[in-house]
Each structure stands twice: as C-alpha cells, then as structure tokens.
C-alpha cells in the first residue's frame, strides 16, 4: 500500500518525507491518547499537558531522546519502549523506501 502511495519518479522523492512526517504526527497523536488514557505519569512535571505528552511522544518515536522528560511507572515505561520500537521500524522503512525511489537500479532486471 505505502509502495503504491509513493509511486514517485526521482525529482518526486519529496513525497516519502512528507508521508514520514505525517505518519510520526499519527503515530504521536496515537500514543498520546495512551498515556492520557493512562495517566502516566512524567518526571519535572506533577500534571502532564497534552502538549507533554505529544512533545513525548515525537521525541521518542523520532529516537531523539533529549532525556528532559522520561516515564515514571511501570505502565509509562512500556510505552515508551513501544515508541522506540516502532519509532525506529518507521524510521528504517522510510529510509529504504527512500533509497528505493533515488536508486531505481534495484528494479532491473539482471539476466
């Protein structure tokens, strides 16, 4: 399906990075319903905002990782894991689909 979606020449790779930042918003908007859901809980902050939380959420799934906020229970801490796990398979299925759009040498073929 993303393939399909992203059907893109070479001066037309501008398209995966634009599915990249939008599908991190997503993913972000996602698990930010989690841990509001949760209530977890975040270090430096007693009352989390939804603006904590997504900041969160996009530091964590971007694998940037500042440190200034970080999970505090159990619960909070399993998701975090899940946002760096699934932050860093995004990340990785951008990046090759990336090289396959540039690089269209990988589609001949060989005889």
Do not use: E
Request: charged fraction near 15%.
């Amino acid at each position: 399906l993303v393939d399909r979606l992203l059907q893109a020449h070479r001066r037309q790779f501008w398209q995966i990075p634009l599915v990249y930042c939008g599908l991190t918003l997503y993913l972000a908007v996602l698990f930010v319903v989690a841990m509001d859901m949760s209530n977890i809980k975040l270090n430096a902050i007693s009352n989390p905002s939804t603006f904590d939380y997504l900041y969160f959420a996009i530091i964590s799934l971007t694998s940037v990782g500042y440190g200034d906020l970080t999970a505090l229970d159990d619960v909070g801490k399993k998701v975090s894991i899940g946002m760096a796990l699934l932050g860093s398979t995004h990340m990785l299925v951008s990046v090759a689909l990336f090289i396959d759009k540039v690089n269209p040498s990988n589609h001949t073929a060989k005889g």
